[in-house]
């Protein structure tokens, strides 16, 4: 040492006094963090054997969820899922509620939705969750509270005069406002439009247009906010945060009205301000029995005829609930699922080319002169026959859908064990086990869709050139069960008429390095939006498939 501090440049007691607490310090910690090494390391193995997925004691499962939400949570679970055969038990926090049985596995998806649906209810957490902002309404609601409203709503939705204005609010809407905004917006050549955002606007008025009966004005020239959207948009946004934060401590900033709750509390003070105008509005509107009124079949209208078991009309509450879940519900379905239907066609120019074929084909039906006369506005007749419209709709739905519902934290859908059960794969369920679902790694199984799952196929889902519609516990897009989406007839419409009036008019080309990819949210959104540029079809272009002489 004494050598050493002779050659060195160095002072000798400076080097000794590090080189002693080098020793001392670095070597205890170097042998706790070996010692943690070791544990994790010998955890990890050991953990992985049985459950795939490493469970660490305290967090549970969690690090490996949060790996997933950081990257892409949707392809994290697929692979999760097919790793563990298609059902797997999700171990989150102990003082978490995150914990439950996740299933891909269609024979468990049939007995949950449909053969043992009465075992398996949406449960405490994920109606909590949502209790501020949907109150008692459909979505959020189990047994008698749900059932009378499903068969309300169900009968309305069935009926001859509610699909009249869902048809009729869908053609005002598209041919005096979608198109002239889109038309405007194609004449700006250079600067890219976000379709999502447009598409958004235009369901949104059309829902409000069903359970209101009012047509806020979302989508207009000049796509200005409109307050009672904004509030709508920001206390979906808000609820869904609470997914991702501890029980105890949203609970917590509700109850001191602060951060993210205090938007949250405002929000929904916003709809409900919006929505309480609405009933006053429409109560004065019925006292007075005129002829307007006596033809309105908007949602609300409908529930205000009616009574509940004790005789008495519904509350105002209990109205603003049904409104408010029945446009959570039709608001931004449809148009995330178009969003993606429009990228997808951009990736595979060849199957919008058979469409245009299947749209020119149809039109062709119609009389020469008729053709001639003006704008093409298509009939529900028309909408119905476009089958490979509908096929390449419903891949894009099986490709690239996914729904938070029901209580979970992720992108899923869920329900509670009301009593000890056992799944038709073999897995125990132990009363109160959260079951959870993953649409899209469902539409990605290759044991469900065979070895070209993860391609852009419309031809799946033709037979003959006919549609065939697919098992709902395979393709749960829609859910299954007593519980079966009831707009999925006029979702469907609703996306086929609207595609079919932009593609006949536009070619939409995404924009150049347009970044894509999913956001969380309620609804699979694109987190950029979708920036496209509008290239107006000309004659000769679509005189190419109708075949028509000028
Ligand atoms: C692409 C479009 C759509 C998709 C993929 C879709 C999907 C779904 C799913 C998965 C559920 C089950 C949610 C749960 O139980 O937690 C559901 C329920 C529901 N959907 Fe849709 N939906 C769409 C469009 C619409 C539209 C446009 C409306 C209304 C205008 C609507 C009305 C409803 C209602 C009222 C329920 C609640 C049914 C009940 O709980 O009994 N949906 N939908």
Same mark, same amino acid.
């Given at each position: 040492?004494?050598?050493?501090?002779?050659?060195?440049?160095?002072?000798?007691?400076?080097?000794?006094?590090?080189?002693?607490?080098?020793?001392?310090?670095?070597?205890?910690?170097?042998?706790?963090?070996?010692?943690?090494? $070791?544990?994790?390391?010998?955890?990890?193995?050991? /953990?992985?054997?049985?459950?795939?997925?490493?469970?660490?004691?305290?967090?549970?499962?969690?690090?490996?969820?949060?790996?997933?939400?950081?990257?892409?949570?949707? *392809?994290?679970?697929?692979?999760?899922? =097919?790793?563990?055969?298609?059902?797997?038990?999700?171990?989150?926090?102990?003082?978490?509620?995150?914990?439950? $049985?996740?299933?891909?596995?269609?024979?468990?998806?049939?007995?949950?939705?449909?053969? &043992?649906?009465?075992?398996?209810?949406?449960? %405490?957490?994920?109606?909590?969750?949502?209790?501020?902002?949907?109150?008692?309404?459909?979505?959020?609601? %189990?047994?008698?509270?749900?059932?009378?409203?499903?068969?309300?709503?169900?009968?309305?939705?069935?009926?001859?005069?509610?699909?009249?204005?869902?048809? %009729?609010?869908?053609?005002?809407?598209?041919?005096?406002?979608?198109?002239? $905004?889109? #038309?405007?917006?194609?004449?700006?050549?250079?600067?890219?439009?976000?379709? /999502?955002?447009?598409?958004?606007?235009?369901?949104?008025?059309?829902?409000?247009?069903?359970?209101?009966?009012?047509?806020?004005?979302?989508?207009?020239?000049?796509?200005? *906010?409109?307050?009672?959207?904004?509030?709508?948009?920001?206390?979906?946004?808000?609820?869904?945060?609470?997914?991702?934060?501890?029980?105890? =401590?949203?609970?917590?900033?509700?109850?001191? &009205? =602060?951060?993210?709750?205090?938007?949250?509390?405002?929000?929904?003070?916003?709809?409900?301000?919006?929505?309480? #105008?609405?009933?006053?509005?429409?109560?004065?509107?019925?006292?007075? *029995?005129?002829? =307007?009124?006596?033809?309105?079949?908007?949602?609300?209208?409908?529930?205000?005829?009616?009574?509940?078991? &004790?005789?008495?009309?519904?509350?105002?509450?209990?109205?603003?609930?049904?409104?408010? &879940?029945?446009?959570?519900?039709?608001?931004?379905?449809?148009?995330?699922?178009?969003?993606?239907?429009?990228?997808?066609?951009?990736?595979?120019?060849?199957?919008?080319?058979?469409?245009?074929?299947?749209?020119?084909?149809?039109?062709?039906?119609?009389?020469?002169? @008729?053709?001639?006369?003006?704008?093409?506005?298509?009939?529900?007749? @028309?909408?119905?026959?476009? %089958?490979?419209?509908?096929?390449?709709?419903?891949?894009?739905?099986?490709?690239?859908?996914?729904?938070?519902?029901?209580?979970?934290?992720?992108? $899923?859908?869920?329900?509670?064990?009301?009593?000890?059960?056992?799944?038709?794969?073999?897995?125990?369920?132990?009363?109160?086990?959260?079951?959870?679902?993953?649409?899209?790694?469902?539409?990605?199984?290759?044991?469900?869709?065979?070895?070209?799952?993860?391609?852009?196929?419309?031809?799946?889902?033709?037979?003959?050139?006919?549609?065939?519609?697919?098992?709902?516990?395979?393709?749960?897009?829609?859910?299954?069960?007593?519980?079966?989406?009831?707009?999925?007839?006029?979702?469907?419409? /609703?996306?086929?008429?609207?595609?079919?009036?932009?593609?006949?008019?536009?070619?939409?080309?995404?924009?150049?390095?347009?970044?894509? *990819?999913?956001?969380?949210?309620?609804?699979?959104?694109?987190?950029?939006?979708?920036?496209?540029?509008?290239?107006?079809?000309?004659?000769? /272009?679509?005189?190419?498939?109708?075949?028509?002489?000028?």
């Amino acid at each position: 040492m004494n050598k050493l501090n002779n050659n060195s440049s160095f002072p000798a007691t400076k080097i000794d006094i590090s080189s002693h607490a080098f020793s001392m310090q670095d070597i205890q910690t170097l042998e706790i963090f070996l010692a943690i090494a $070791v544990f994790i390391m010998i955890h990890s193995l050991r /953990q992985k054997k049985y459950h795939g997925l490493p469970v660490w004691p305290i967090v549970g499962m969690f690090p490996s969820l949060i790996f997933g939400l950081r990257k892409n949570i949707h *392809e994290w679970l697929t692979t999760t899922v =097919i790793h563990q055969n298609g059902t797997f038990y999700f171990k989150g926090p102990w003082f978490s509620n995150v914990h439950g $049985v996740v299933t891909s596995e269609p024979r468990n998806l049939e007995y949950l939705l449909k053969s &043992n649906f009465s075992n398996f209810p949406k449960g %405490d957490y994920f109606r909590n969750i949502l209790k501020d902002f949907l109150g008692d309404g459909i979505f959020n609601a %189990d047994n008698d509270t749900w059932q009378k409203q499903r068969k309300t709503a169900s009968i309305e939705f069935h009926s001859a005069k509610f699909r009249q204005l869902t048809v %009729d609010s869908l053609l005002e809407l598209v041919h005096q406002r979608l198109i002239p $905004v889109l #038309e405007e917006e194609s004449l700006k050549k250079c600067e890219p439009i976000d379709l /999502q955002d447009v598409l958004l606007r235009l369901t949104f008025d059309n829902v409000c247009m069903i359970a209101f009966g009012v047509d806020p004005g979302c989508l207009s020239l000049g796509l200005s *906010e409109v307050p009672f959207a904004c509030a709508f948009e920001q206390a979906t946004e808000a609820t869904v945060l609470r997914f991702l934060t501890p029980t105890c =401590i949203w609970k917590t900033m509700r109850y001191l &009205n =602060i951060g993210v709750e205090k938007k949250l509390k405002e929000s929904i003070t916003g709809v409900n301000k919006f929505a309480d #105008e609405v009933i006053r509005t429409r109560k004065k509107e019925l006292a007075l *029995e005129d002829d =307007i009124s006596k033809h309105k079949s908007d949602l609300l209208t409908v529930f205000m005829r009616l009574k509940d078991e &004790n005789g008495n009309p519904f509350s105002d509450k209990f109205l603003r609930d049904i409104c408010v &879940n029945f446009i959570l519900a039709g608001r931004d379905t449809s148009s995330v699922a178009l969003s993606w239907f429009f990228w997808l066609l951009d990736q595979h120019p060849h199957i919008e080319e058979k469409i245009l074929e299947e749209i020119c084909r149809i039109i062709r039906e119609r009389d020469v002169g @008729e053709l001639k006369k003006g704008p093409v506005i298509f009939r529900p007749e @028309e909408i119905k026959k476009m %089958d490979f419209l509908q096929a390449a709709i419903s891949e894009t739905l099986r490709l690239k859908y996914d729904l938070i519902a029901s209580h979970s934290i992720i992108y $899923v859908k869920t329900s509670k064990v009301a009593e000890d059960d056992v799944f038709p794969d073999g897995t125990v369920l132990k009363k109160g086990t959260n079951i959870i679902y993953t649409i899209y790694a469902m539409g990605r199984m290759e044991a469900i869709w065979g070895k070209d799952c993860r391609e852009y196929k419309p031809e799946r889902w033709l037979k003959d050139g006919r549609f065939m519609s697919e098992s709902a516990y395979k393709f749960t897009a829609f859910n299954g069960g007593p519980r079966l989406c009831l707009g999925k007839d006029f979702a469907n419409y /609703q996306m086929k008429f609207v595609a079919a009036s932009i593609m006949y008019r536009y070619h939409v080309k995404v924009a150049k390095n347009h970044p894509v *990819e999913p956001k969380f949210a309620l609804t699979m959104y694109l987190k950029h939006g979708l920036k496209i540029n509008l290239i107006r079809r000309d004659e000769a /272009q679509l005189h190419k498939y109708l075949r028509v002489k000028c």
